[in-house]
């Protein structure tokens, strides 16, 4: 053994199960991205793998820190629909890094978020108004 050593992987994996109610509409399930951070001369790839129940809704391969955080930048990654049953939806979030250097680092945040389909956020407006109106009338 000549005392060099290969690349090393650090690997972080998340998996959310998320209990599915009866849904009659287009409710959206999405990822928002916040901040995405890295740092060490010895990063060789970024690999991220993001899917929801088993079926990869994302998947990359980065050369550079700076390509990664040019691609989280887009700040929202849609996930499709709710099925119409109740059951559990499966979202699992993989990053792995490969470096040369130990104190190589990547940092990410993100938060998984129920978006309601348009015509919900338009009937609560509705109801709202018809509710000021009606609260007007009575004093």
């Given at each position: ?8 992987s650090?690997?972080s ?14 409710e959206?399930l999405?990822?928002?991205f ?16 993001i ?10 391969v ?9 691609f ?39 938060k998984l ?27």
């Amino acid at each position: 053994m000549n005392g060099e050593s290969g690349p090393l992987s650090q690997r972080s994996v998340v998996e959310v199960a998320l209990a599915t109610p009866v849904v009659g509409g287009e409710e959206r399930l999405s990822i928002l991205f916040g901040e995405f951070e890295g740092e060490g001369a010895g990063i060789e790839s970024i690999e991220v793998l993001i899917s929801r129940d088993g079926d990869a809704a994302l998947a990359e391969v980065f050369t550079s820190v700076d390509a990664a955080i040019a691609f989280f930048a887009i700040a929202e990654l849609d996930l499709g629909t709710f099925a119409t049953a109740s059951g559990e939806t499966l979202v699992s979030y993989w990053i792995e890094v490969i470096s040369s250097d130990v104190t190589s680092r990547v940092s990410t945040s993100w938060k998984l978020v129920v978006i309601p389909e348009p015509s919900s956020g338009l009937l609560i407006l509705l109801g709202l108004l018809g509710l000021s109106g009606r609260g007007a009338k009575l004093n």
